[in-house]
């Protein structure tokens, strides 16, 4: 759904139009519940929260004046609402664990992505992705599930962009390193090794 | 050379690449071709998260999104009915916090307080007073200033008036006025800021810093 089809469904809903909210509502509610999943883990907690911000977009519809993508736009509240969920919870000791074994490995091992592009072990893929930081796996959600734009993602996490391509660059160090990891865990190739 | 790949390839996986931006990356592969590998690894990161999407109605938390809508009442949405003013909107929403059982209890107090004012001043007024001319030129209370005088447009509505005050971290010292004017205080330190904020809000017709509130009546 583009911008000016969102406007149109908006201006309708400034009316109190519930049909036209709830068009929208269907439009957008699985990516952002992709989106808050992938920053919570937490299925219940995750559908309260796009509930909480779809609910923002009925109560103040004019809010949104067409400046971003929507899909941008409303990331951007319900990522507050994340945050504001997180004020409330210690981190998450997985985020630690990965650091610890990324330091355990070389950096950049030969044939690293031979390896992983030929393993196509996509369960691996997300074990590694759900245990990188906060910061890096919305980075590489927002860059690689929501397809955004450098500008947008830095817009969505209020960094400049080169933070965002550091970023980058520093999830798939980790993603490398962890797929890594699991692949010598199983036996399945030795580490740093060309297949 | 290796750096600049390395900051572009997500973008050329994604498909947001500009097109200058684009030629650089496909000249790039095609002169080392063993970054294909990269190449393929992001796609394939890609592909595992787009496949791995939660399987998810796309009705989730829907319910609860619409029985908070049907429990709400919206006079101001109502399409057919004036919506109110801004003031009785405000009027409304401060009505609205206040706590229903303490109404009576507050409302006995204040009758006390005025009855109790009413004999007090009935016993002055009777005595001679020498001091009551210099108390009539005791200076009143100032709100201290500055101030910006805000107006909204006629279809501001209260949530976003009061979202915009947050948003300065200004307070209400009064308005509306007989030509709608709004009076917000600000610190002097950021007040530049939070008119240029205020200017560039879609429900604001005007703003103007002020020194002091108008003269009472």
């Known amino acids: 759904m583009d911008n000016s089809q969102v406007l149109r469904l908006l201006g309708r809903i400034e009316q109190a139009d519930q049909g036209a909210f709830r068009e929208l509502y269907c439009a957008f509610s699985r990516k952002l519940y992709a989106y808050v999943l992938r920053q919570l883990s937490d299925p219940a907690q995750a559908e309260e929260i796009v509930a909480d911000t779809l609910y923002e977009v009925w109560k103040a519809p004019a809010r949104f004046r067409g400046e971003s993508q929507f899909s941008t736009w409303l990331i951007g509240i319900a990522r507050n609402k994340v945050l504001m969920h997180w004020r409330g919870r ?65 817009r969505v996490q209020q960094i400049p962009e080169g933070t965002v391509k550091t970023r980058l660059f520093h999830a798939r160090q980790k993603l490398k390193q962890c797929l890594q990891r699991m692949l010598a865990r199983e036996g399945e190739a030795p580490l740093g090794e060309p297949t | 050379m290796k750096d600049r790949f390395d900051e572009l390839l997500p973008f050329y996986v994604n498909d947001t690449l500009d097109e200058t931006d684009r030629a650089w990356v496909d000249a790039y592969l095609r002169e080392h071709p063993k970054s294909a590998a990269e190449l393929q690894w992001y796609r394939t990161l890609q592909e595992t998260m787009q496949r791995d999407a939660p399987a998810v109605s796309a009705e989730v938390g829907l319910d609860k999104v619409m029985a908070r809508i049907r429990a709400e009442s919206k006079p101001s949405r109502a399409p057919v009915r004036a919506t109110p003013g801004i003031g009785e909107r405000l009027r409304e929403f401060f009505a609205s916090i206040t706590p229903q059982p303490l109404l009576k209890p507050a409302l006995a107090g204040a009758l006390a307080v005025v009855v109790v004012q009413g004999i007090v001043i009935a016993n002055l007024a009777t005595k001679p007073d020498d001091s009551s001319e210099i108390r009539a030129h005791r200076p009143t209370v100032v709100d201290p200033g500055p101030f910006l005088k805000v107006n909204f447009k006629a279809d501001a509505r209260e949530a976003d008036i009061r979202m915009l005050l947050v948003e300065i971290e200004g ?40 020194d002091a509130l108008p003269a009472r009546p």
């Open chain 2, 171 to 210: 307070t209400l010292a009064g308005g509306p006025g007989q030509l709608g004017d709004w009076y917000v205080r600000i610190p002097e330190s950021r007040i530049t800021a939070a008119a240029d904020k205020v200017k560039a809000s879609a429900i604001v017709d005007g703003v103007a810093r002020v």
């Open chain 1, 90 to 154: 210690k981190p998450d000791a997985d985020h630690d664990d990965v650091a610890d074994f990324a330091d355990q490995l070389a950096s950049d091992a030969p044939g690293a992505f031979e390896q992983m592009a030929q393993s196509q072990r996509s369960d691996g893929v997300r074990t590694c992705v759900d245990k990188l930081k906060a910061d890096f796996r919305e980075c590489i959600h927002l860059v690689f599930y929501e397809g955004m734009a450098l500008a947008d993602v830095a």
